[in-house]
């Protein structure tokens, strides 16, 4: 019996034995180890060399191959904790990668119960560098990669979940999907470099260093799983189009991918140094910390309990070497000038989270919000709801609300690095607005954050609880993964299932609409963009 399986299966042979494989399966999930999915009686792939030993995964549905768990990096407990990311340690012998990995610490519960019902529930622990990766085959290595980093902000989730799984986008596109998990919060954004001398002189921004590792992985092993090292592609929704966002600006990120995709998550600046630092000493004194020693020798248990309560949601900090300035400010990255660009945002973003109303308002309640929000004068505030009503005659009082929220949380970011990227030569931007609405929760999520993602990983099946089981998700499907496969191919998101689609610019505004029937649209709801844009000084 291998040791480097899941305890009590037998990995040995191509195949699992069915009553060895139910007899323990009790133990493995009491173990640290998760199952992916049902993998009784699926065959094994071939064994596969990496740069740190032999894998061999498993074959789903379709003829996909999949490898989970697979680690880019060394755990990053004990003495690592805090540090850039080391290598894996090399392996002898055969590898099963055929279950997820550790995600790192964070708080509990996780999002919205449509979207949590899609969580492995995987164990948590500081040995979490681990990729996903699932290919049409390994007979070959030109096939376009698209690695994802996914959200939660810098604060929670992981790589691993089911909405997240590769098998179908990979099989239905004919790329190469790999999915990334790595540190977090306190482990991941700690500012240490002024606190912690010399030893801890690079103990900055170390979760975005831990993707910078995950990328160089890919280059130097993916070609092996039947992709091109030469056509990357990195995207990410929420806080993975930050993650996306930072990359495009880091320099040692630079050549590891060629495209990427930004979906409901532009980020624009990171955080100054100086704040960072007393944002660190802040949470080391309330942790009862004296030094960073003292943080190290804290069970991992202990310091994310301390993070969760602290609400420690810090993320990249411009440090000057790791990112050398803001990401999207004031201008897009220099370094981002030869990578084309998709971005995009959903109409009700803001349903996703609990401090939006989903049941009906009057006008007052309106008013009364939108003040809130935007903090303007009652005649702006009326000037801003009127727009809004114009342009959209059959919305309610609390789809105006919602729309509107969800403009000045994500849409004004999009709009700003849209325009940013725009203004730089070298390569095109392609930009997305996504109104299809679920009728889950009787409809008052409606097109809702995340709901895109679904679409895009072309998992509506899987992901019916976010989605319903309406008919008219595959189309869409099939529109919006074939657009971003497209796009990870040549840098064009042009298919035959969509109409046309121009490139962004800051005079005409193409933008894709995905509902039912896709439509391009030039400058959609631009009174408003202008108002709003406006009224938050950025004219």
Not at 163 to 170: E, I, S, T
Not at 240 to 254: D, I, Q, T
Not at 326 to 353: Q, V
Request: charged residues 20%; proline residues 6%; contains cysteine.
């Amino acid at each position: 019996m291998r040791s480097d399986g899941p305890p009590g299966i037998d990995c040995s042979g191509t195949k699992f034995r069915r009553r060895q494989f139910i007899g323990a399966t009790g133990l493995a999930l009491a173990a640290p180890w998760t199952f992916a999915q049902d993998i009784r009686g699926r065959a094994l792939t071939r064994e596969v060399s990496t740069t740190a030993g032999r894998i061999r995964g498993v074959e789903t549905d379709g003829g996909i191959q999949a490898f989970y768990g697979v680690p880019y990096g060394a755990s990053t407990g004990g003495a690592n904790r805090f540090l850039p990311p080391k290598a894996p340690e090399a392996w002898s012998g055969v590898r099963e990668t055929i279950n997820v990995g550790f995600r790192s610490p964070q708080p509990l519960p996780g999002p919205i119960s449509e979207i949590h019902a899609l969580h492995r529930a995987n164990p948590m622990s500081e040995d979490c560098l681990h990729v996903n990766i699932s290919t049409p085959g390994l007979d070959s290595e030109s096939r376009p990669v698209m690695v994802w980093f996914h959200g939660g902000g810098f604060w929670s989730g992981e790589g691993d979940w089911i909405l997240y799984d590769g098998a179908n986008l990979a099989r239905s596109q004919d790329v190469v999907v790999v999915t990334v998990t790595h540190r977090l919060n306190a482990f991941g954004f700690l500012y240490l470099p002024e606190i912690g001398g010399s030893e801890y002189a690079e103990a900055s921004n170390v979760g975005m260093r831990d993707m910078v590792l995950a990328l160089d992985w890919v280059q130097a092993n993916i070609a092996s799983f039947g992709g091109n090292p030469d056509n990357v592609t990195i995207f990410g929704q929420s806080g993975g189009g930050g993650k996306v966002s930072v990359l495009s600006a880091m320099p040692s990120a630079a050549g590891n991918f060629h495209k990427a995709i930004v979906m409901s998550g532009s980020l624009l600046e990171g955080t100054s140094h100086a704040n960072a630092t007393e944002l660190t000493r802040r949470f080391m004194t309330d942790a009862g910390a004296t030094n960073v020693a003292d943080l190290k020798r804290m069970p991992w248990e202990q310091l994310s309990a301390q993070a969760t309560r602290l609400n420690f949601t810090m993320g990249p900090t411009v440090d000057g070497t790791s990112l050398p300035s803001h990401p999207w400010s004031p201008a897009a990255p220099a370094l981002a000038a030869r990578i084309p660009l998709l971005i995009g945002t959903t109409e009700t973003e803001s349903n996703f989270f609990p401090d939006t109303p989903l049941d009906p308002i009057d006008s007052g309640e309106l008013t009364r919000l939108v003040a809130t929000a935007t903090r303007a004068g009652s005649e702006d505030v009326e000037r801003l709801i009127n727009v809004y009503r114009e342009g959209r005659p059959d919305a309610s009082e609390i789809d105006i609300y919602q729309i509107l929220a969800s403009d000045l949380r994500f849409g004004a970011n999009a709009d700003t690095q849209a325009e940013r990227k725009a203004a730089q030569t070298g390569s095109s931007i392609y930009k997305y607005y996504f109104t299809w609405r679920s009728p889950v929760r009787d409809g008052k999520l409606k097109s809702y954050h995340c709901i895109d993602i679904p679409f895009a990983f072309n998992n509506v099946d899987v992901a019916a609880s976010m989605l319903g089981g309406g008919q008219d998700r595959y189309a869409l499907a099939d529109a919006v993964s074939g657009a971003f496969a497209a796009f990870a191919r040549s840098g064009d998101p042009n298919h035959a299932g969509i109409p046309r689609w121009q490139a962004f610019d800051a005079a005409q505004r193409a933008t894709m609409v995905f509902n039912n029937e896709p439509k391009l649209v030039m400058d959609p709801h631009g009174a408003e963009r202008r108002v709003r844009a406006e009224l938050q000084g950025r004219a």
